[in-house]
């Protein structure tokens, strides 16, 4: 696996790839970077999965333990994770990729609600962070959570600042931040370069 610096690396690189919010995405390349960082999610997936399920048969929710699967979404903006009972699905924020200390307790704070309601005998909705969530809490170990399941920092809404523009075809594709990658044009790679990454259509940053 990725060491973390790497990873933090990796992730900055899929800010380029989605672009920042509101602008429509461009079209790029990433070099194989992206890939790592796909797989890292990929694996890291499966872990908290396991642990998740591991922690479900541990407090006797064998039944639904093997149901729960869990994901990470790029689509979730400031939650930092969410809990859907019927589907037995936790999703954790992407973002949370850059604050792995806060990876855990998300995980265990949304298990809590799958816990809380599985041990109702009822179909009856409970409140989603009372008395029952909050003792399934203390059960995972996270007896002082608080309720909120907002990400650690501010989403970022900022206007783009830097313009990168493809040598070839001259489209222009703002970005928030600086890309720290060498990114290509997607656009150019697939026309001339068969989709492959190609350091002829490298963007090149403006001067702002
Ligand atoms: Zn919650
Ligand atoms: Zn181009």
Aim: aromatic share 8%.
């Amino acid at each position: 696996m990725p060491s973390l610096r790497q990873l933090e690396f990796a992730f900055r690189s899929t800010d380029i790839a989605v672009g920042p919010p509101g602008a429509s995405p461009g079209e790029l390349i990433i070099e194989p970077a992206g890939k790592m960082f796909a797989r890292y999610t990929v694996e890291t997936a499966v872990l908290l999965q396991t642990k998740g399920r591991q922690l479900l048969c541990s407090l006797g929710a064998k039944r639904i333990a093997t149901e729960l699967r869990v994901e990470w979404n790029s689509r979730l903006k400031t939650a930092a994770g969410r809990a859907d009972y019927r589907q037995k699905l936790i999703s954790l924020n992407l973002k949370l990729v850059e604050h792995p200390a806060e990876i855990d307790r998300t995980l265990r704070h949304e298990l809590a609600h799958i816990l809380a309601q599985f041990r109702q005998k009822s179909r009856r909705q409970i409140a989603p962070h009372g008395p029952e969530w909050q003792q399934a809490c203390r059960d995972l170990g996270i007896a002082d959570e608080k309720r909120c399941h907002t990400l650690p920092f501010p989403p970022k809404r900022y206007a783009p600042r830097f313009i990168y523009r493809c040598p070839n075809c001259r489209r222009d594709f703002p970005r928030v931040r600086k890309v720290r990658r060498t990114v290509a044009c997607l656009a150019c790679c697939r026309a001339h370069n068969c989709g492959e990454f190609d350091i002829r259509f490298c963007l090149k940053l403006l001067t702002v």
